[in-house]
């Protein structure tokens, strides 16, 4: 089949899974869009990942191919590994080859790994690493990049440009205040009481759940409301209190940017995206960092928290307890918020998505 006939360059993003992976690769997508109107931007997906809901839902095409997760500890998929990715090396090329691929931009994750072993010595790739510690797949991507970009310095990624993470830009030209009445409205939320909104991800996370959900009569009781995301896979039954501003829980929060305004404070994990979001837009968050990986999500906020902008929890500290006694006195101390907001606004990147676009149009054109 022949590739699209079209002017401009067809850029291919490699970023599914996770939110945290998938939200950069589009948000780079718009700024290419914004650039080059007659550019084209193609996906690359799994049947697994998040990306099967989240980018047909922003307008681009999405190609599937197989994933190729990294078995965790020695097992009989070990065995199966270098077939599966030969295999998916051979339906990426053919991906490539449909739709006229001038480059590949790879945002780590089982997506990204056949991607550039694909693109290798075919197209060039340019690698984007949002964590402030680089996993497998973009340690692998960099060897061979023609441009490395990152989130924060001393990634582990040698020779890479620090420019932030690359965000949309309905979250980078938010007002918060301008938009709190119509998201309290979006969300049945009460219109002026504090409000805690809480979300562990887009998977959702137990101890943010049981923490929370344990604290509900005394937040409900302090006039406090709460928008609760406790992930498609949980279910989270809270007692409504009569008088009380609302208890709202979700399994998915599709408009973050109306959460983010509905929000005077932000309880979640700090994954890279979190972190560069909230910092965008101003909310001050208490980070739960999760307790499993490298320790990478302590490195993503520790910024924000050193400069004011947040605190921080283990997650083996997060009771019901620590939240009635430190989460909610903080949601009421509006001056205390008011703080924060100006120091977690000013450690933010508001034009990753712009340099990231610039920096992959130049490389085609090379």
């Known amino acids: 089949m022949n590739a699209p006939v079209s002017s401009g360059p067809c850029v291919v993003v490699a970023g599914g899974g996770t939110a945290g992976h998938i939200e950069p690769a589009l948000a780079l997508a718009d700024a290419v869009m914004r650039l080059r109107p007659d550019a084209r931007v193609v996906a690359l997906g799994t049947e697994r990942g998040l990306e099967s809901k989240l980018v047909p839902a922003r307008g681009y095409p999405l190609e599937m191919i197989p994933p190729v997760p990294m078995p965790r500890k020695p097992s009989p998929d070990l065995l199966k590994l270098p077939?599966?990715?030969?295999?998916?090396?051979?339906?990426?090329?053919?991906?490539?080859?449909?739709?006229?691929?001038?480059?590949?931009?790879?945002?780590?994750?089982?997506?990204?790994?056949?991607?550039?072993?694909?693109?290798?010595?075919?197209?060039?790739?340019?690698?984007?690493?949002?964590?402030?510690?680089?996993?497998?797949?973009?340690?692998?991507?960099?060897?061979?990049?023609?441009?490395?970009?990152?989130?924060?310095?001393?990634?582990?990624?040698?020779?890479?440009?620090?420019?932030?993470?690359?965000?949309?830009?309905?979250?980078?030209?938010?007002?918060?205040?301008?938009?709190?009445?119509?998201?309290?409205?979006?969300?049945?939320?009460?219109?002026?009481?504090?409000?805690?909104?809480?979300?562990?991800?887009?998977?959702?996370?137990?101890?943010?759940?049981?923490?929370?959900?344990?604290?509900?009569?005394?937040?409900?009781?302090?006039?406090?409301?709460?928008?609760?995301?406790?992930?498609?896979?949980?279910?989270?039954?809270?007692?409504?209190?009569?008088?009380?501003?609302?208890?709202?829980?979700?399994?998915?929060?599709?408009?973050?940017?109306?959460?983010?305004?509905?929000?005077?404070?932000?309880?979640?994990?700090?994954?890279?995206?979190?972190?560069a979001e909230v910092s965008a837009v101003g909310l001050p968050a208490v980070f739960v960092p999760l307790p499993h990986g490298n320790g990478e999500q302590s490195l993503n906020a520790k910024p924000v928290v050193e400069a004011g902008g947040g605190l921080m929890i283990s997650d083996e500290e997060l009771t019901s307890q620590r939240v009635v006694d430190e989460v909610l006195p903080l949601v009421q101390d509006r001056s205390r918020l008011a703080v924060m907001s100006n120091a977690t606004r000013n450690s933010g990147h508001r034009v990753a998505a712009d340099v990231l676009a610039r920096m992959v149009l130049e490389v085609v054109k090379k």
Request: proline share 6%; aromatic share 6%; with cysteine.
């Open 83 to 275: 077939l599966k990715v030969r295999d998916a090396i051979r339906q990426t090329r053919a991906v490539f080859d449909r739709v006229g691929a001038d480059v590949v931009v790879g945002f780590g994750g089982y997506v990204s790994l056949p991607a550039y072993l694909a693109a290798r010595g075919r197209l060039p790739i340019v690698v984007h690493e949002a964590n402030a510690r680089a996993g497998l797949a973009n340690k692998v991507g960099a060897k061979f990049a023609t441009k490395v970009a990152a989130a924060v310095p001393d990634s582990g990624l040698p020779d890479a440009q620090v420019i932030g993470i690359p965000l949309r830009e309905s979250i980078t030209s938010m007002d918060r205040a301008a938009l709190r009445a119509q998201a309290r409205q979006f969300f049945g939320l009460h219109p002026t009481a504090p409000t805690l909104f809480v979300s562990g991800g887009s998977q959702g996370a137990r101890t943010l759940n049981t923490a929370v959900s344990g604290a509900a009569r005394a937040l409900a009781d302090a006039g406090i409301g709460v928008l609760h995301a406790h992930g498609p896979r949980n279910s989270l039954v809270v007692q409504e209190i009569n008088g009380a501003p609302p208890y709202v829980a979700l399994p998915y929060v599709e408009r973050m940017d109306l959460a983010y305004a509905a929000a005077d404070l932000f309880l979640c994990r700090s994954g890279a995206m979190t972190v």
